[in-house]
């Protein structure tokens, strides 16, 4: 028995306190002037709400719809709805008719917020940048009702989340700009007859 307490003691390897230590006031008095020291140095806390932090591109605040010239870029494919781990993403497409280059637009597109976990997820597998996390975390809501954002509120001008796009469009092609330029309207997904939609001769495809 004796021997296992021994080894016990000796596992825990306990500091031995001389006779200020047991006084325990010189310790008390160092952790005073550690505060002390810091009261005269810049504070970095922010008097938040009357301050806001600033917070770059990589921050994934509440997800919102890019709108390009006044018309979502969402095509109602489902894909960030399927992606979504919490299901907080539900949809209603529609079809757009002939004349537009898109076939079909959300009719109806809503997002729960409390169940929203920021994963950034429908982010990654939307083919048209349609959906992005935006810097905006600052909002509340009284009922659940109010938790669930519509188009009314999820849709924004792309050049307000620029930063954003930005930040993803760099991240996916780290040369972008640098060892080879990509024309914006090969991402035009559609069946129509692109050069008779779109009115610009962009090429058909090799082999068509």
């Known amino acids: 028995m004796g021997s296992k307490q021994g080894i016990i003691k000796g596992s825990r390897k306990e500091r031995e306190l001389d006779f200020w230590g047991k006084l325990y006031f010189p310790e008390v008095f160092k952790g005073m002037w550690f505060s002390f020291k810091h009261i005269f140095k810049p504070t970095v806390t922010l008097q938040y709400p009357e301050e806001k932090p600033v917070l770059?591109?990589?921050?994934?605040?509440?997800?919102?719809?890019?709108?390009?010239?006044?018309?979502?870029?969402?095509?109602?494919?489902?894909?960030?709805?399927?992606?979504?781990?919490?299901?907080?993403?539900?949809m209603q497409g529609a079809e757009i008719p002939d004349g537009d280059v898109k076939e079909r637009y959300p009719e109806r597109f809503e997002i729960d917020m409390l169940r929203c976990i920021y994963c950034g997820l429908c982010e990654e597998v939307c083919p048209e940048e349609?959906?992005?996390?935006?810097?905006?975390?600052?909002?509340?809501?009284?009922?659940?009702?109010?938790?669930?954002?519509?188009?009314?509120?999820?849709?924004?001008?792309?050049?307000?989340?620029?930063?954003?796009?930005?930040?993803?469009?760099?991240?996916?092609?780290?040369?972008?700009?640098?060892?080879?330029?990509?024309?914006?309207r090969n991402n035009t997904h559609t069946l129509r007859d692109r050069k008779e939609v779109m009115g610009k001769g962009l090429p058909e495809p090799d082999g068509h």
Request: glycine share 6%; charged share 35%.
């Open 130 to 184: 349609a959906i992005v996390m935006s810097p905006w975390y600052d909002f509340n809501f009284q009922n659940r009702e109010e938790a669930v954002h519509g188009k009314d509120r999820l849709v924004v001008d792309k050049e307000e989340v620029k930063d954003r796009l930005d930040f993803l469009a760099k991240r996916r092609n780290p040369n972008f700009g640098e060892v080879y330029q990509h024309d914006k």
């Open 56 to 90: 770059g591109p990589e921050f994934r605040g509440r997800p919102v719809l890019v709108a390009e010239e006044g018309k979502e870029r969402c095509v109602a494919c489902g894909l960030c709805a399927r992606a979504c781990p919490p299901l907080a993403i539900s």
